[in-house]
Nanobody
Framework: QVQLVESGGGLVQPGGSLTLSCVAS????????IGWLRQTPGKEREGVSC????????YYFDSVKGRFTISRDNAKNTVYLQMSNLKPEDTAVYYC????????????????WGQGTQVTVSS
């Protein structure tokens, strides 16, 4: 019943911008810690950003600080990742994920995952 669906990926030039969306069903996102993670083939998934429950405090990993913004729209049960000044190194499949009682940290463990959306940064 729980489903997370990412969208908004695509091809963008270096320095460009893109906004990803994650629509949840079967759960209320405001009750969950929500993370954005990414993965390149052959490598482990790495955290990108995270937003806490209710208050919505945001956290970013060093590689994207100042370039990415995570936000939540409770009315739409949707989480967004606004990406700007994109670099080729940002190319990856991006996933949204949730956990009910976790904390936003580098080692956060999630138990619900979307299928991912491809982001390609290339000229």
């Amino acid at each position: 019943q729980v489903q997370l669906v990412e969208s908004g990926g695509g091809l963008v030039q270096p320095g460009g911008s893109l906004t990803l969306s994650c629509v949840a069903s079967g759960l209320t996102l405001d009750d969950y810690v929500i993370g954005w993670l990414r993965q390149t083939p052959g490598k482990e998934r790495e955290g990108v950003s995270c937003i806490s429950r209710y208050v919505g405090s945001t956290y970013y990993f060093d590689s994207v600080k100042g370039r990415f913004t995570i936000s939540r729209d409770n009315a739409k049960n949707t989480v967004y990742l606004q990406m700007s000044n994109l670099k080729p190194e940002d190319t990856a499949v991006y996933y949204c994920a949730t956990v009910r009682f976790g904390r936003c940290s580098r080692t956060t463990t999630y138990n619900h995952w979307g299928q991912g959306t491809q982001v390609t940064v290339s000229s």
